[in-house]
C-alpha cells in the first residue's frame, strides 16, 4: 500500500492522472470521474471509502461529501439540475474534499457555485477546485492546445471544454489561472457583472473588476456586452479604444449564452511587450520536467 500521508493537491492529482495513463482508457480524457472517485477511494481507503455518487435536488448548492451515519462510508452527492459538464467537475472537486479534507471535516462539506469554482476565497475550496481542474484538464495536454502566452477565443476555450467534457466556465478559469497574458473573464446578467476572474498578469497591473464587495458592477456603456447586440464579430472580438473598460486598449469577446441566461466575456489587454494577437514560444516550465521525466 503507498504511504500517501502528506500528499497535497499536485501530488494525488499528477499520480491519479499517471493512473488513467498509464491504463489508457478508450477515451482519455472523458473518463468515468464518479467510478473514478469510488475505486481510487476503494483502493487507497479500504476503511472508509466513497460508496456512493448521486444526483440530489441540493436546492442551492451544486455538491456535497458527506459521510454516512457510521462514518465508515462517504457519498458525494451532485444537483442533478445542473448540466452533465458541470456535475463531472463538481464530482471531481468533491473527490478532492474527500482525498484531502475528510478527516479535517467529518461532518461533510457542502459546496455552491463559487466554491467548486474555487474562487469563493476558502482555501479548501480553492485545493478542490485545483484538484479537479488538474485531474480533468491535465496542464501538459492543454497548454498543447493553449500555450500560456497565446490569446484564445471562446472557440479555442470551447474545444477544450468538448475536449475535457466540462463547462466552458471550467475551461476557461483552467486557462486564466496558467496564462502568461493580461486577461478577464466576466459573467452578467441584466447589465451588471455576477463575478469576474483575472488572470495573474491582469491582476498585478490593477486590471480586475470587484464583484463580492461594493456596489454591483454595471457594465460599461460602449461595451459590446452592454449594449446586447450579440453578433459574430463581437463573439469573435472588437476593440476598444482606452476608456471603455479600462484606460487602455482592450479586446472584448462576448456571446449570450442563452440556455444560462447569462452574458459571458473576455478582455484581452496588451502585455508589456505591446503585442495582443501574437504568440511567443513557450519555455518549459516545473509542471513540463515533472511530466516529462
Known sequence: MIDTAGW???RWA???THLLNAANPPDRHRFDVGE???EVSRNFFPEDPISEVVEDDLDGFLGALVPSESGKRWGILVDGNASPQRQRFTIGHELGHYLLHRKKYPNGIHCDEAAVDGRDGVLVEQEANAFSATLLMPLDDFKRRISAKDVPSFDDLGA???RYDVSLTAAMLR???YTDRRSIMIVSTDGFANWAWSSEPAFKSGRYIR???GPPYELPVGSGAAAGKFSDELRAGIEHAA???FNEPVRELSFHATNLNAIYTLLHFRNADGGVWH???ETEDSYDRFNRT
Open 8 to 10: 497535497g493537491v499536485e
Open 14 to 16: 499528477f499520480h491519479l
Open 36 to 38: 473514478l472517485a469510488k
Open 160 to 162: 477544450c471544454a468538448e
Open 175 to 177: 486557462w486564466l489561472r
Open 211 to 213: 464583484t463580492r464587495s
Open 243 to 245: 476608456g471603455v473598460w
Open 279 to 281: 504568440a511567443e514560444p
